[in-house]
């Protein structure tokens, strides 16, 4: 059976937040195979423990991509400071593997930035690493390929849970466990009253319901104080994000100036977008194609706006405008990296402070003891394409690692598996849930 087939059966989609379906990665032929651990979002170190404490599966998976895509070289991206991460990783490298250190800056995770640090190639406007003969994957989605190899299948999720718990901490948790129950294994929240931010403070998404799962892409929580001052930002009516900058934004240009996809030579300018609001004559055609290539870091409005305005929601906005138009951008201007892009870089540690987690910013070391649940509600959506088709009824018994949703075929997706043993409770149109 061939890698891309048992990458497929196991259900393995790119576990580094995107969920693109990894077997499709595994069939491709290019010249280089990127391996992802860098690791930008602030407080969240899964990643960190995951190449401390299991090196030889992330390096096995990256060999096993190597070999099925025929690429010459593989590249491990990883930040100068992990040294411990560092020196696990390079006990496994060979001949075709080499590490490319990057600084601690953000967002060093987003791959068009990855794939410039280490071959000097420039991703084509809204194309993907492929369309230079790269493939990019998160260092749990290589875990996850070693693991498939074994024909063992994505049963788990490997999180990181910090800020205010009692015992932040990296771990393994089945797939479907409630947030509930992922706070509760670290001894519970010190807050009465708090946030949560799913899959990262920067690019994840903020919740008060502790019904949510945990998904195959799920990357941690960072839990906060109610009245902190990033949930009084996110945690507002989306007019309210707009209203705001149309009447206050006075196109000073830090927005763009800090732009991660601008310095590296992309015709990204949030500025401009901002006139798409409504305060100018010119048409929000115009000014909304400059979001076309934005890749969502939200820097612009976490970091860059002195106002404290949402560039990148004003971004986010326009493309879903620009698409229901069917408008799309096309980049005239060469692909050229900004002269001062290196002196605009920003430190997470200034970007923590930024956002007044400091008191947070700890470590959170791998915790190995087992996580038992009782109940699991498993999403038949997880990744990029088609949602899975249930071949499980109700009060059907399942076990550990039995198959339960199918993509269709000729569908893009991913299979799901049973996270535990036990009963299937409930089946709808979005989820399966399962009890022990």
């Given amino acids: 059976m061939q890698l891309q087939e048992k990458i497929f059966n196991a259900g393995v989609v790119g576990a580094g937040g995107a969920g693109f379906p990894a077997h499709v990665k595994a069939k491709s032929k290019v010249e280089f195979v990127l391996a992802n651990g860098a690791e930008c979002e602030p407080l969240i170190h899964k990643d960190y423990e995951l190449m401390l404490h299991f090196p030889k599966e992330i ?4 060999e096993l991509l190597i070999e099925s895509t025929k690429a010459n070289k593989g590249y491990f991206g990883i930040k100068e400071k992990n040294t411990k991460a560092i020196s696990a990783i390079s006990s496994y490298l060979n001949r075709k593997t080499e ?13 068009f930035e990855l794939v410039y640090e ?19 994957n998160n260092v749990e989605t290589l875990y996850n390929i070693a693991l498939a190899d074994e024909e063992i299948p994505v049963t788990k999720k490997f999180i990181c849970v910090a800020g205010a718990v009692k015992r932040p901490a990296s771990f393994f948790v089945p797939v479907g466990t409630s947030l509930k129950d992922v706070i509760d294994f670290v001894g519970g929240s010190r807050l009465s009253e708090f946030g949560i ?55 000073c240009s830090y927005c763009t100036e800090f732009c991660p996809r601008y310095l590296l030579g992309y015709q990204v300018e949030p500025h401009k977008v901002m006139r ?102 498993i999403p038949l959506q997880q990744h990029i394409g088609k949602p899975v088709k249930p071949i499980v009824k109700k009060g059907e018994m399942v076990e550990e690692g039995q198959i339960i949703g199918k993509i269709p075929d000729g569908e893009l997706g991913a299979n799901i598996h049973a996270p535990i043993n036990g009963k299937v409770s409930e089946v709808t149109s979005e989820s399966i849930s399962i009890e022990s």
């Fill in 59 to 62: 390096m096995r998976g990256l």
């Fill in 99 to 111: 590490l490319t250190k990057l600084g601690d800056f953000y967002p060093s995770g987003d791959e």
């Fill in 118 to 136: 280490a071959t000097k190639r420039l991703i084509p406007p809204a194309g993907i690493p492929l369309d230079i003969g790269c493939v990019v």
């Fill in 197 to 251: 931010f799913v899959g990262g403070v920067m690019m994840g998404h903020l919740t008060f319901d502790l019904n949510e799962v945990i998904t195959k892409t799920t990357a941690g929580l960072i839990i906060v104080p109610k009245d902190h001052y990033l949930i009084k930002r996110k945690n507002q009516p989306e007019e309210n994000w707009h209203r705001i900058g149309k009447s206050a934004c006075d196109q």
């Fill in 276 to 377: 798409s609001l409504g305060f100018t004559k010119t048409g929000s055609a115009v000014w909304n194609q400059m979001a076309e290539l934005c890749c969502s870091c939200g820097l612009c409005t976490l970091y860059a706006c002195p106002e404290d305005l949402y560039p990148k929601e004003a971004c986010d906005k326009a493309k879903v405008e620009m698409h229901e138009a069917g408008i799309k951008f096309v980049q005239q201007k060469e692909v050229k990296v900004h002269p001062i892009k290196e002196g605009r870089r920003v430190p997470l540690s200034q970007l923590i402070m930024k956002l007044k987690l400091q008191d947070y910013d700890v470590e959170a070391p791998f915790n190995s003891e087992k996580f038992s649940v009782k109940k699991v509600r």
